[in-house]
């Protein structure tokens, strides 16, 4: 996971996603897509321009990214299009908060995806809706919830954490940690959830919390346990 990300910032984007969307939400939207793999076929997008596609059902809409050669850029209803057979990629990267004992761990749920809702007058992006109804904060830092749903164990200098619901898994994200001094003594670590930036360089504590003042990222608390024990 260590490989930097490419905004999607140069897209094939059809005249109906553009009547549908106004100029500013549109490039709000492209801002927090980035060029993996195709949402088609699975393969590795490469340095030509993708294809936005946007699947509409019931006041929700997904944006992903495909080869222009998968398919066509369009806004369609979710059951006239075809299955996809690609899934979004993740990303993640972490720092340590000098003088605060804090290990802070920052993923990008869906690389080549974003989730719409629609607001009645428009849309809004919704990503992170899932993140912040199972308990994670967004608008400040402080307090910082600690959630149920959410676990992290650190083992053989891998932080993963994970993330279920009803007891159904829905995601799992690691990090290799060179900070396991860190975990041993706080065993906490601070989950951050955005897909505005590359969280894989360059991130610090400012960046996190000036995104989520921006609402642009989800926050929380997650409790750290060994690999070999409950967490």
């Known amino acids: 996971m260590a490989r930097g990300l490419r905004r999607a910032q140069r897209l094939k984007i059809d005249k109906v996603i553009r009547a549908r969307l106004d100029d500013e939400f ?26 936005l596609v946007i699947a509409e059902c019931a006041g929700v809409a997904e944006a992903t990214l495909h080869h222009a050669g998968c398919q ?49 007058t428009g849309w809004r992006l919704g990503s992170l809706d899932v993140f912040l109804r199972a308990g994670m904060r967004t608008g400040s830092l402080d307090p910082l919830p600690m959630p149920s749903g959410f676990t992290a164990v650190l083992g053989q200098g891998t932080l993963t954490v994970s993330y279920e619901a009803g ?35 360059g991130t610090t504590m400012a960046v996190l919390r000036s995104l989520v003042e921006r609402r642009q990222a989800a926050v929380a608390v997650v409790g750290v346990g060994d690999a070999d024990s409950p967490s």
């Open 26 to 51: 549109l490039a709000e939207l492209t801002a927090n897509l980035w060029i993996v793999d195709c949402q088609t076929c699975g393969r590795a997008l490469g340095p030509r321009r993708p294809a």
């Open 72 to 120: 066509d850029s369009r806004w369609e209803a979710v059951e006239q299009l075809p299955r996809f057979a690609g899934s979004p990629s993740w990303r993640s990267g972490g720092f340590a908060v000098p003088g605060t004992g804090a290990l802070v761990f920052l993923v990008n749920p869906t690389c080549e995806a974003a989730l719409l809702a629609a607001t009645g």
């Open 167 to 201: 007891g159904a898994p829905l995601a799992r994200w690691w990090i290799p940690s060179d900070d396991g001094g860190l975990v041993d003594r706080t065993r906490t670590v601070v989950l951050g959830l955005t897909t505005a930036v590359d969280v894989t360089t």
